[in-house]
Structures are given as structure tokens and as C-alpha cells.
């Protein structure tokens, strides 16, 4: 059984950092595409982030673009989510994604983690 999960969300401070993490179990995903994406209440999952299979090419939201990093390590079939200088905006559910390219639109991934919330005070 294919599964994605993700870890590392908590409550921090605006300023404050966080660590996301996938961990996918059932196959091995070194020739998927990766990605995280995060839904905010009433409001449409949208894309944070994504990194290839090699993890040589990285994408990001603009609205993290320089906060955000992401990264994977195909040895332990786990993704990353980096996350600094944190702000309100980005309380969301976050979640992590695999698929065969990548993209921006959550119907290009295939298999999806359950989600971890980050919440961000201000």
C-alpha cells in the first residue's frame, strides 16, 4: 500500500521556522516528481512547491519564493519543506504530493500525503 506522510507542522511565531517532511512508503519514488501544496481554511489548495526526481530542478510559489526550500532524499524516499520567516498568510494544511511530472495543478500528482497543519501566530 502506497502511502505518503507528512510531519514537522506545529504552531510557531511569525519570524519563526518549521520543517516539513514526507515520508512515502509502498514503492519507490525516486522517479516521481515531488511536491507540497497547502490549503487554507475556505480557501483552494494551491501549489507551494516542487523539486524533479533528480532533485536538480526546484519550483516555487511566489508567494514563498525565497522563505521556502525544498528538497528530497531519494535514499530515503523523503521530501522537504524548509520553511522561514514565517507569517499568518502561510497557516494552511499542508500537503505533500507525488507524480510523474511536474506542475502546478494538484490533478498532475497521483498520490497525496493526509496533510499537517502549520499555524502561524502573529
Known amino acids: 500500500q502506497v502511502q505518503l506522510v507528512e510531519s514537522g507542522g506545529g504552531l510557531v511565531q511569525a519570524g519563526g521556522s518549521l520543517r516539513l517532511s514526507c515520508a512515502a512508503s509502498?514503492?519507490?519514488?525516486?522517479?516521481?516528481?515531488r511536491a507540497w501544496f497547502r490549503q487554507a481554511p475556505g480557501k483552494e489548495r494551491e501549489f507551494v512547491s516542487a523539486?524533479?526526481?533528480?532533485?536538480?530542478?526546484?519550483y516555487y510559489a511566489d508567494s514563498v519564493k525565497g522563505r521556502f526550500t525544498i528538497s528530497r532524499d531519494n535514499a530515503k524516499n523523503t521530501v522537504y519543506l524548509q520553511m522561514n520567516n514565517l507569517s499568518p498568510e502561510d497557516t494552511a494544511v499542508y500537503y505533500c504530493?507525488?507524480?510523474?511530472?511536474?506542475?502546478?495543478?494538484?490533478?498532475?500528482?497521483?498520490?497525496w500525503g493526509q496533510g499537517t497543519q502549520v499555524t502561524v501566530s502573529s
Open positions: 509502498g514503492r519507490a519514488f525516486s522517479a516521481y516528481c
Open positions: 523539486v524533479s526526481s533528480s532533485g536538480r530542478s526546484t
Open positions: 504530493a507525488a507524480g510523474l511530472a511536474n506542475s502546478y495543478a494538484s490533478g498532475a500528482y497521483d498520490y
